[in-house]
């Protein structure tokens, strides 16, 4: 039982570089979300994708883009990576029935210098 | 905008004491309240609520829905020092599609 699987489980940037961060899920949601989690901060949404083909932003969307490339895969990219986005940040999915629970994957831990 | 505020933000108790662990939220078009534990990794789902005045029930841990007043609590009797964790409290908005986080409450229980 696979879940959610995020890659990779820890990443060093310098300051300008850029990244994806992937996530795949096996339960057939159509929802999948990225967060991001700083110290007393909880889960901040960064992007969320409802279904294939759509994407909307969250909460802290800027400096981040996503691709929902099949119902399966959601992808996170920082195109030029700042200490900012220090982070530890977790991808989810969920189904849509009208009341179901998000799973997550098991975070990946970056550090931007 | 959605909002989903936890209180108190942390907290440390005795092993053995009882906590309560508050959530309140604005949402529109409200459908559901979820609780999870977080220690040092991904959040594990505690309970979902749905209906006001159920209680839910895992062994030391209950949670109720109060949707007059918008607030959700989640008890825990007897605690131990492995429940010391991040307890986060969550609610799916609007579509139903956006799923909303509060700041989460740091349990701390010491032996």
């Known amino acids: 039982n696979a879940g959610v699987t995020q890659t990779p489980k820890f990443q060093v940037l310098k300051t300008g570089q850029s990244m994806t961060l992937q996530c795949a899920q096996d339960m057939n949601h159509n929802s999948m979300y990225w967060y991001r989690q700083d110290p007393g901060m909880g889960l901040r949404l960064i992007y969320y994708?409802?279904?294939?083909?759509?994407?909307d932003k969250g909460e802290v969307p800027n400096g981040y883009n996503v691709s929902r490339l099949n119902k399966r895969e959601f992808s996170l990219r920082l195109e030029s990576a700042a200490p900012s986005q220090t982070s530890v940040y977790f991808c989810?999915?969920?189904?849509?029935?009208?009341?179901?629970?998000?799973?997550f994957g098991q975070g990946t831990r970056l550090t931007v210098v | 905008e959605d909002k989903v505020v936890q209180s108190p933000l942390s907290l440390v108790v005795h092993e053995g004491d009882t906590v309560t662990l508050n959530c309140s939220y604005e949402?529109?078009?409200?459908?559901?309240l979820l609780w999870y534990k977080q220690e040092k990794k991904a959040p594990t789902f505690l309970f979902m609520l749905?209906?006001?005045?159920i209680e839910k029930k895992s062994g030391r841990l209950s949670s109720i829905l109060d949707k007059k007043e918008l607030f959700s609590i989640l008890n825990i009797t007897a605690t131990q020092t492995g429940d010391s964790a991040v307890y986060l409290c969550?609610?799916?908005?609007?579509?139903?599609?956006?799923?909303?986080f509060g700041k989460g409450t740091l349990l701390t229980v010491n032996p």
């Open positions: 969550a609610s799916p908005g609007g579509s139903n599609y956006k799923l909303t």
């Open positions: 994708s409802a279904s294939e083909g759509t994407t």
């Open positions: 749905t209906s006001s005045g």
């Open positions: 949402v529109t078009n409200f459908r559901s």
């Open positions: 989810a999915s969920r189904g849509t029935d009208m009341n179901t629970e998000a799973f």
